[in-house]
Structure formats: structure tokens, C-alpha cells
């Protein structure tokens, strides 16, 4: 996959400094955007202008030289079993990690803000000038996708779409007893459809850590994981946001449920939920900013009686949330669909997410995901819109 780093290599240059390192496992995300690579294990990366080069152990050296962006050093190059018996393992990797540097004529390096502390310690005590990427230049990099990005996040939303099929077809099936939903024989609950979600993508190749199916109070807080028996008239939030597992990209969709017959309060929600994400792609497209669609979203609501957090910053009920953020390597990044969105560009993969919330009433949220486009959008999302089952 070829990434455009032409920015970083401009900010390189301003900042007179040789390469853009990192030293994290390929969990985090610069370290897998910049390298190529995953690995459990802790791994240092050097970009500079000319290439990127990894250094990592001999047990991760063929399958790096295999996957890896760029080139691949080995501890061993180094003499890294001598400067274990040496020094204490934080010197010694800090001078494992200065001659790594040092052989690719870099002396001066910028680091994301992530970068652990005792490593930068250990590589000033070398003699490496090294400065904090408060920019976040590599971060407004990542945010515009290439078209392989583009089609990873498709992907992972096509298995996303498989689990929430999969959640309603299970909260359809339920019986409803004294208000309670059952399940053969068993009281529902959100534990329960969080597993089928899991299984799921699984059997789709993608994997969470943790899913949002929150029923009546629970769904009155945007990011309450819900727990316990599902009850029949309440609404339950189900979000759900996946990470491919191959390729490490995300996807994210929100659908809100009642299992029987709805309020008229929720009824109401949903249909302005409905009216606010419409909005809000509407306003979706380059050149607008992430502020321009969260008060497309908020004028639905604002307009309607409802408090939202532009109206009012200490609410605590009504839209108390941005309008979405973008996704990628990881679930929440830049760019942002919030009151300090900045301006949107092609090849952003945002999501669109209004809702409402009330402990009186319980919570409503409609989720989609979508890239912007060189004349307004593409909807990655096909999955339909039914309250109630």
C-alpha cells in the first residue's frame, strides 16, 4: 500500500530533522501505518525521505522482511546479546536503538507523542536529538485513506453489517415474558447479543474487544457497554465497531431497537435522528468543515426543542456528543465532526452518528459510515433503519 508522505517529508525538512521514529508494537497505530508490520512485541521503525527501515528481533526478521513497508535490520547487526551482558536493559536498548540510527546517517528525529518516555530519555543520553511530533503530522496523514484503505474499511463494514443482521435477527426471535425478553427459555441479555455479535465476526474475519448493546437507562449514556436482561417497549442501542483482523482497519455502525411497541418519545427521537443524519450528510463533502456537518446535525434538533451541547455545553440530556470522528487503523481519529472539525477533504472515512439522550427515556442513536468523495460522499453503509421488531 503506498501512502503519500510528502507532508511529513516537508516537516521533516522545517523542523531540520532526519526521520520520524517509532517504537511501539504493531498495535499502535503510526507504528503499523508507518511500517507495515504487526507484531506483539515492541518494535523500532525509522522513516526518513530516503526509506523506512524496522529493527527488530531475529524472531520477527523473516516475516518482517516479508510484510514490512521498508527494510529490515536485526538486533543481532548490532551486537545486542554483547550489550545485554553489558549494560541494563534500558541502556542497552537505547544504545542498540542510537547505532540502529546512527547507521542510517540519522542523528536528529521527530517521535508522535505516544513515544515511551524512558526511551526517549535513553536515546538523548546517546546523544540523539530527538523532538515531539505535537503536530501530528503523521496523524493528518493517515486521516486522507488511498484507495486500499478505502476498500479495508468496506470490507470490515461488510462483516459488521453480518453481526448486527445477525444481533436483530436475535432480538426479533425473543419472546417477551413480564417485559423481559427470553431466549430459549433464558432471560436475554445484553451479554448474550454481545456474543453473537462477537461469533459473528469472527466467522468474518474481524474481532472487537468490547460491543455497546444497551437497553433502557443504560442507553441513556452514549458509551455505557449495557449489561443484564433486555426488557420489551425500551430502547436498545447496539454499536458496534469491529477491526479487520488481517489487515487492521475498522468499521463502525450504530442501529437503536425496541422490541415490541415504542414510546411516542422514542418514536419521536428516532424520526429526528433520522432528520439530523440526513442533515448531516447533506453537509457531508470537501471543502466543508467538520464543524459545518455537527451543526447541520444540531440545527434538527435545536430546532425541535432539544438541548444539544453547541446550545448548551453543561446539558445532560438531549445531543451530548460530536456528529462523528474518523476511522481507520484506529476506531476514533482525525478528522473530527465536532464544533473544532476543521476542513474536510477526499479520501476521509468519517462516521455519522447523532442521537438523543434522557434517563427518563433511555437513548436513541442511528449510525453510518462513509467516505468523502471529490463531489460529496459514498454511504459504506447498507444495512436498513427499523426500530421496531
Given amino acids: 500500500m503506498d501512502i503519500d508522505t510528502s507532508s511529513l517529508d516537508e516537516y521533516l525538512d522545517a523542523e531540520g530533522l532526519?526521520?520520524?521514529?517509532?517504537?511501539?508494537?504493531?498495535?499502535?497505530?503510526?507504528?503499523?501505518?508507518?511500517?507495515?508490520?504487526?507484531?506483539?512485541?515492541?518494535?523500532?521503525?525509522?522513516?526518513t525521505p530516503a526509506g523506512t527501515t524496522l529493527l527488530t528481533s531475529g524472531l520477527e526478521y523473516g516475516r518482517a522482511s516479508e510484510e514490512a513497508r521498508g527494510a529490515v535490520d536485526r538486533t543481532s547487526d548490532y551486537d545486542y546479546q554483547q550489550l545485554r551482558e553489558e549494560y541494563d536493559s534500558g541502556v542497552a536498548r537505547a544504545k542498540l536503538q542510537a547505532a540502529f540510527l546512527d547507521a542510517h546517517d540519522v542523528d536528529a528525529i521527530a517521535v508522535p507523542e505516544t513515544?515511551?518516555?524512558?526511551?526517549?530519555?535513553?536515546l538523548r543520553e546517546e546523544g540523539v536529538a530527538l523532538a515531539v511530533d505535537s503536530e501530528g503530522v503523521v496523524d493528518d496523514i493517515r486521516a486522507v485513506k488511498t484507495d486500499a484503505e478505502i476498500e479495508h474499511v468496506r470490507e470490515a463494514t461488510v462483516a459488521n453489517e453480518a453481526s448486527m443482521r445477525a444481533c436483530e435477527e436475535l432480538l426479533a426471535a425473543a419472546e417477551v415474558r413480564n417485559g423481559t425478553l427470553y431466549y430459549e427459555d433464558e432471560p436475554l441479555t445484553s451479554e448474550r447479543v454481545a456474543t453473537e455479535i462477537e461469533v459473528t465476526l469472527l466467522e468474518h474475519g474481524c474481532a472487537l474487544d468490547e460491543t455497546i448493546v444497551a437497553c433502557g437507562v443504560d442507553a441513556a449514556d452514549p458509551h455505557d457497554r449495557g449489561s443484564g436482561p433486555l426488557e420489551a417497549g425500551q430502547p436498545i442501542i447496539v454499536d458496534i465497531f469491529p477491526r479487520n483482523k488481517a489487515t487492521g482497519y475498522h468499521s463502525d455502525m450504530t442501529r437503536t431497537f425496541v422490541k415490541g411497541?415504542?414510546?411516542?418519545?422514542?418514536?419521536?427521537?428516532?424520526?429526528?435522528t433520522q432528520e439530523?443524519?440526513?442533515?448531516?450528510?447533506?453537509?457531508l463533502e470537501p471543502g466543508a468543515t467538520g464543524a459545518d456537518v455537527h451543526a447541520a446535525a444540531c440545527e434538527v434538533y435545536e430546532d425541535a426543542g432539544y438541548p444539544t451541547l453547541r446550545q448548551d455545553p453543561a446539558t445532560e440530556t438531549g445531543f451530548i456528543h460530536s456528529t462523528g470522528h474518523g476511522i481507520g487503523l484506529d476506531v476514533h481519529e482525525a478528522p473530527s465532526l465536532s464544533p473544532r472539525g476543521?476542513?474536510?477533504?477526499?479520501?476521509q472515512i468519517v462516521t455519522i452518528e447523532p442521537g438523543l439522550y434522557?434517563?427518563?427515556?433511555?437513548?436513541?442513536?442511528?449510525?453510518?459510515i462513509a467516505v468523502v468523495t471529490e463531489d460529496g460522499y459514498e454511504n459504506f453503509t447498507d444495512y436498513p433503519e427499523s426500530l421496531e421488531l
Fill in 342 to 347: 476543521e476542513e474536510l477533504e477526499a479520501g
Fill in 358 to 368: 434522557d434517563p427518563d427515556h433511555g437513548g436513541v442513536r442511528i449510525e453510518d
Fill in 276 to 283: 439530523a443524519k440526513e442533515a448531516a450528510f447533506d453537509a
Fill in 261 to 272: 411497541e415504542a414510546s411516542g418519545t422514542v418514536r419521536e427521537w428516532y424520526e429526528l
Fill in 115 to 122: 513515544f515511551p518516555v524512558g526511551a526517549a530519555d535513553g
Fill in 18 to 47: 532526519d526521520g520520524y521514529a517509532v517504537y511501539a508494537d504493531g498495535d499502535d497505530s503510526t507504528q503499523r501505518y508507518l511500517s507495515g508490520f504487526d507484531a506483539p512485541d515492541p518494535f523500532f521503525t525509522v522513516y
